[in-house]
């Protein structure tokens, strides 16, 4: 099954998105930020697909995802970042970093499965 790595300094959003995930199917890896989040991308094997956050100690979401797509084997890999209503600035600058698209927060299990479904993971 694709796996996926959950980056997320909230513990809370980190579990909502694991339940899901792992109910649907997928192997889910967590990271509680973007520093730990590398570490992760480093040393496990590779990720079918990554959801980041953005607001995060340490390193940020955009901080990671720039970080992420100079591996050449995550060049092209799924990254979805979770947003708020509302954040056109930070989606911009997200996709500028390289982020693949995004998932609003708060999300219903069925709209998180629908995205990514999109990116074909
Ligand atoms: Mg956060």
Do not use: C, H
Not at 31 to 45: F, H, N, S
Not at 75 to 101: H, N, Q, Y
């Amino acid at each position: 099954m694709p796996s996926i790595l959950v980056v997320d300094d909230s513990n809370t959003t980190r579990l909502a998105l694991k339940t899901v995930l792992t109910q649907a199917g997928y192997t889910v890896e967590e990271a509680k930020d973007g520093e730990e989040a590398i570490q992760k991308v480093m040393t496990l094997p590779k990720f079918n697909a990554i959801i980041t956050d953005l607001n995060m100690p340490k390193i940020d979401g955009i901080g990671f995802i720039k970080e992420v797509r100079v591996f050449p084997e995550y060049r092209f890999t799924p990254i979805l970042m979770l947003t708020t209503e509302g954040v056109l600035a930070k989606k911009e600058e997200g996709k500028r970093a390289g982020a693949t698209g995004w998932i609003v927060k708060p999300f219903t299990p069925d709209q998180l499965l629908a995205v990514l479904k999109k990116v074909q993971i």
